[in-house]
């Protein structure tokens, strides 16, 4: 039972590589990388490797699901419209909520998204996306004027010199590390490592700054106001393309000298000296960031430092030269392409009154949202007050995934009415559900995701949906239907939404929004069908024009936060993060035995010194306790760990596992500007049991 090789995309991470996925038997694959995909050039992750190991049935959800019983279709989805319905009716619109994720398919997205802002006319869906890259996103817009990544791989191959900030890029984006050691050794390009931890990505770089947590616009900033005494700014491009405003340079001056820069961040001052020569001496620079910028309290200051020590220097719109913001979903791109954050309209269009109206004009909508929704954290806390009393929950795992866990848990516990789709039967946020619906799974799905260099690949169904399982798309416009919303969602097939969607994206769009999709012909069924990975621009910014009214960028003044100091009962500070081999909450990754071997169990790194001091061995068990809540660990000793800072991975749940509940540790605190939680600074203390 042997088929032709089907090109499709992996469904783990922002590299978006292309895989080749050959049916070899009713549930198994053979899985090879795609040599015509530009992400990846046929290469491969330990994760995308083993994709064939995770495509059997067990533990699927394969029929709908009332409770603990086995209901049909028509009657489960007649049973969700009609309780939206009637709580819409009863409590008003924003009485209800999506929540979604990074893992839907840009099709699945755009018409959750239209059914809840275009119909219900609330803008209550947020996605995990939020928990992700939402610092980036509005870092992008306060500095560009739209979510635009500047970035390609391409440059990767360009550059002279590679920041990687806050990223253990060697694990998390694998083949993107690969490419950076590529051109090191071809054309000795250097990297720089900004990490708290010294991790694997820092074990060959020519420098790595284990700076202070939370003490990265005191590095971006000291760099720039050097680039200014040193005549390192392009003076050309600032003022042709910039807009600064004023007491900019006085804010950016504020750390001081080097001296002072490298206290603040507390490094060597010969390091942090080592970093500006690089910089200066390496004009082609990209610096890529990630979660350890984008989870922080401040991360869209954090984003904004980065991107002004680009703009300010002209390190953008150039051939291996750019901010990059690498992200960490498969599709949080298309998401954020069709508006699938609580903070933005479909199609990079935001509540401004001329963009809710043109949205509404296109769809013929009834009801368009007219301000943003409650964004992931605000909105658990909503549905703990009772504020939001229906709740669907789509391919994500919030029980697991979100910040101070245990209250989301509570929170779910009281919501009047939760439907949970997902292609797994028992999963922490599932068991909450008092309706769930089976989804079709990665290799049964059809549809489009957009990966971190904002390139369009297609995922292609490779086996059958087993079970009664459907795609997400078709789940939501079912439900629509039975809202009486019929018409507005009579889609047939993937295609009819996604040209939909590209529609929308050219619809009034005199060029002044850069987001359209038609500019690359791919709107019809046919171009569709055989859509080969397309970027939506190919170098953004070339022109020294940004997306502003006046066609400026603008530099934003952002200061240093004070950092804060340990805490008398919580003395460590908790940073939280990936392992190289597991994904999410392992509920694809945790089938595949050869993955597991990597870490089998959940540790708390520490360095050796506090570890002494706690009367801590390697291997020993220990208790991470939070003001939030606290969980068992196993104690790995790791030189890399600074002095007072603990690390644990965010893979495990209740079905794995007693302990490992990272989950359960950070506080439910929100970035001001984008409201992505801050996972990677949390106090905390270790306790031997
Ligand atoms: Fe999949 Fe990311 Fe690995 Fe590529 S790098 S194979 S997209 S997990």
Avoid at 100 to 107: F, I, R, W, Y
Avoid at 529 to 536: I, K
Wanted: net charge positive; proline share 7%; aromatic share 8%.
């Amino acid at each position: 039972m042997s088929g032709a090789p089907v090109r499709t995309t992996c469904p783990y991470c922002g590299v978006g590589c292309g895989v080749l996925a050959t049916r070899t038997g009713d549930r198994a694959m053979t899985i090879a990388g795609d040599p015509d995909h530009p992400a990846n050039r046929g290469r491969l992750c330990s994760k995308g490797t083993h994709l064939g190991e995770t495509v059997g049935l067990a533990g699927r959800l394969l029929h709908p699901m009332i409770g603990d019983r086995r209901a049909g279709w028509d009657k489960a989805l007649d049973l969700v419209a009609r309780r939206f319905r009637e709580t819409i009716a009863r409590h008003g619109p924003d009485s209800v909520a999506f929540y979604v994720s990074g893992q839907l398919l840009t099709e699945d997205y755009y018409v959750a998204n239209k059914l809840m802002k275009g119909f219900i006319g609330s803008a209550n869906i947020d996605t995990n996306s939020r928990l992700c890259m939402s610092s980036a996103v509005a870092g992008h817009l306060r500095a560009f004027g739209e979510d635009v990544v500047s970035a390609s791989y391409d440059d990767l191959d360009e550059a002279d010199l590679f920041i990687l900030v806050g990223s253990n890029t060697a694990w998390c984006h694998p083949i993107v590390y690969q490419r950076i050691q590529a051109a090191r050794e071809k054309r000795g390009a250097k990297l720089v490592v900004i990490d708290p931890r010294r991790t694997e990505t820092c074990e060959d770089a020519d420098l790595h700054l284990p700076i202070r947590p939370g003490s990265d616009v005191a590095l971006m900033n000291g760099l720039l106001a050097h680039c200014r005494r040193a005549g390192l700014i392009d003076q050309v491009f600032v003022d042709a393309s910039l807009s600064i405003p004023e007491g900019f340079w006085d804010v950016i001056g504020q750390g001081g000298d080097p001296w002072s820069v490298a206290r603040t961040c507390d490094v060597a001052p010969e390091a942090l000296l080592r970093f500006y020569e690089l910089f200066a001496a390496h004009p082609r620079t990209v610096t890529l960031f990630s979660q350890g910028i984008n989870q922080a309290l401040r991360g869209t200051d954090q984003v904004n430092a980065i991107i002004n020590l680009h703009l300010a220097t002209g390190r953008i719109g150039k051939p291996g030269a750019a901010p990059f913001s690498i992200t960490g979903q498969p599709n949080a791109m298309g998401g954020r392409e069709v508006g699938g954050l609580a903070s933005t309209l479909a199609a990079h269009m935001g509540f401004a009154p001329d963009e809710v109206a043109r949205v509404g004009r296109f769809w013929s909508a009834p009801a368009v949202a007219t301000k943003p929704g409650l964004k992931a954290v605000d909105m658990f806390r909503a549905i703990g007050e009772g504020r939001i009393k229906a709740l669907w929950v789509m391919a994500t795992n919030p029980a697991v995934s979100m910040p101070d866990a245990g209250r989301v848990r509570d929170a779910l516990a009281t919501c009047p009415f939760v439907v949970v789709s997902d292609v797994m039967a028992d999963t922490d946020t599932g068991r909450f559900a008092h309706v769930r619906l089976p989804a079709a799974a990665w290799a049964e799905k059809d549809g489009t995701v957009t990966n971190s260099e904002r390139r369009i690949s297609r995922q292609r169904p490779v086996l059958a949906a087993p079970g009664e399982a459907k795609p997400d798309w078709w789940i939501v416009k079912e439900v629509a239907a039975r809202m009486g919303w019929a018409s507005a969602f009579g889609y047939d097939r993937p295609a009819d939404i996604y040209r939909e969607h590209a529609r929308l994206s050219a619809y009034e769009n005199d060029g002044t929004r850069l987001f359209a999709l038609p500019r690359h012909g791919a709107i019809g069924n046919p171009a569709y069908e055989a859509m080969e990975p397309m970027r939506w621009l190919d170098r953004p910014f070339a022109d020294g024009r940004f997306p502003t009214p006046d066609g400026r960028a603008r530099l934003v003044p952002v200061a240093q936060a004070p950092l804060p100091e340990p805490l008398r009962d919580w003395p460590l500070t908790l940073n939280t993060g990936r392992y190289r081999d597991q994904w999410h909450t392992m509920t694809r990754t945790g089938l595949s035995p050869k993955l597991a071997r990597h870490r089998a169990e959940p540790l708390v790194e520490i360095n050796p010194d506090d570890a002494a001091r706690l009367g801590l061995r390697d291997g020993d068990i220990a208790r991470v306790a939070t003001p939030q809540g606290d969980s068992l660990f196993r104690v790995a000793m790791s030189e890399g760990q600074r002095r007072g800072e603990i690390f644990t991975p965010i893979h495990w749940t209740d079905r794995q596992s007693t302990g490992g509940r990272t989950g359960l540790l950070p506080r439910p605190l929100t970035d001001p500007h984008s409201g992505q939680p801050g996972f990677k600074s949390t106090p905390a203390r270790l306790e031997k049991v």
